[in-house]
């Protein structure tokens, strides 16, 4: 995830929300943002892999320090930002969820071992090959579209 901020901040709470309620799901994590200068561009590793720290509406106990595995589907990564002021900024960002594997269709050969000779050899861009031509669907993309997230 890369970020950046316009102003200072002190610190910025990472949580999930459900992309069509908002309503928060879990709790990632805090940056303590003494050393984030604004109007530049930071890049944070492994922020969401699907899990989370469930919020527990127990005020004496807000974050479980269960980890859960959030079910498949679309999700907001949101970040709440507070200034020494104690002024709060939001900003979010789209997350997906899908873990079933694309279809894949074979529009020459099937899958398997194949055993080749050089009558099965084409030339297609400026190569001489066997070339093997398929098709990739992934209904997640369908998903990406709607949310008119760049590909």
Do not use: C
């Amino acid at each position: 995830m890369d970020f950046r901020l316009k102003s200072p901040m002190e610190t910025i709470d990472v949580i999930v929300t459900d992309s069509e309620t908002d309503k928060p799901v879990g709790y990632l994590g805090t940056l303590f943002a003494e050393e984030i200068m604004p109007d530049q561009t930071y890049f944070l590793m492994n922020v969401f892999q699907g899990m989370v720290n469930p919020f527990t509406d127990d005020p004496n106990n807000p974050i479980s320090e269960e980890v859960i595995v959030l079910p498949e589907g679309d999700y907001h990564i949101k970040m709440i930002g507070v200034d020494e002021n104690g002024e709060m900024y939001t900003g979010h960002d789209f997350a997906l969820i899908d873990n079933k594997p694309a279809e894949m269709s074979f529009n020459d050969y099937e899958p398997g071992v194949i055993e080749v000779d050089e009558s099965m050899y084409t030339d297609e861009d400026g190569h001489h090959a066997l070339w093997v031509h398929t098709n990739v669907y992934d209904d997640a993309i369908d998903v990406l579209k709607r949310k008119r997230v760049r590909l």
